[in-house]
Nanobody
Framework: QVQLVESGGGLVQPGGSLRLSCAASGFTFSSSVMTWVRQAPGKGLEWVSDINSGGGMTWYADSVKGRSTISRDNAKNTLYLQMNSLKPEDTAVYYC???????????????????WGQGTQVTVSS
C-alpha cells in the first residue's frame, strides 16, 4: 500500500526555519520524481518544489527560491524540505506527492501526481 506521511510542520515566528519530512512507502521511491505542494487558507494548490529521482536536480517556485532546499535520502525513503526565512505567506498545509509526469499544454505546464500525503500544517505568525 502506497503511503506518504508528512511531518515537521508547526508554528514558527517570521524569519524562522522548519524542516519538513515525508516518509514514503509502498512504491519505488528511489526511481520517483518527488514534489512538494502547498495550500494556503482560502487558496488553491501551489507548486513549491520538485526533485529528481537521484536528488541531483531540483526546481523551485519563485516564491520560495533562495529560502528553501528540497532534498531526499533514498536509503531512508524520505523526502525533505528545508525552509528558512519563513514569511506569513508561507502559512499553508504542505503536501508531499509523487510526480507521475509533467507536460506542456498551450501556455501552461502541468504536473500529474499519482500519490499524495495527508499534509502537515505550517503556520508562520508572530
Amino acid at each position: 500500500q502506497v503511503q506518504l506521511v508528512e511531518s515537521g510542520g508547526g508554528l514558527v515566528q517570521p524569519g524562522g526555519s522548519l524542516r519538513l519530512s515525508c516518509a514514503a512507502s509502498g512504491f519505488t521511491f528511489s526511481s520517483s520524481v518527488m514534489t512538494w505542494v502547498r495550500q494556503a487558507p482560502g487558496k488553491g494548490l501551489e507548486w513549491v518544489s520538485d526533485i529528481n529521482s537521484g536528488g541531483g536536480m531540483t526546481w523551485y517556485a519563485d516564491s520560495v527560491k533562495g529560502r528553501s532546499t528540497i532534498s531526499r535520502d533514498n536509503a531512508k525513503n524520505t523526502l525533505y524540505l528545508q525552509m528558512n526565512s519563513l514569511k506569513p505567506e508561507d502559512t499553508a498545509v504542505y503536501y508531499c506527492a509523487k510526480k507521475l509526469e509533467g507536460f506542456y499544454s498551450g501556455s501552461y505546464y502541468f504536473e500529474v501526481y499519482d500519490y499524495w500525503g495527508q499534509g502537515t500544517q505550517v503556520t508562520v505568525s508572530s
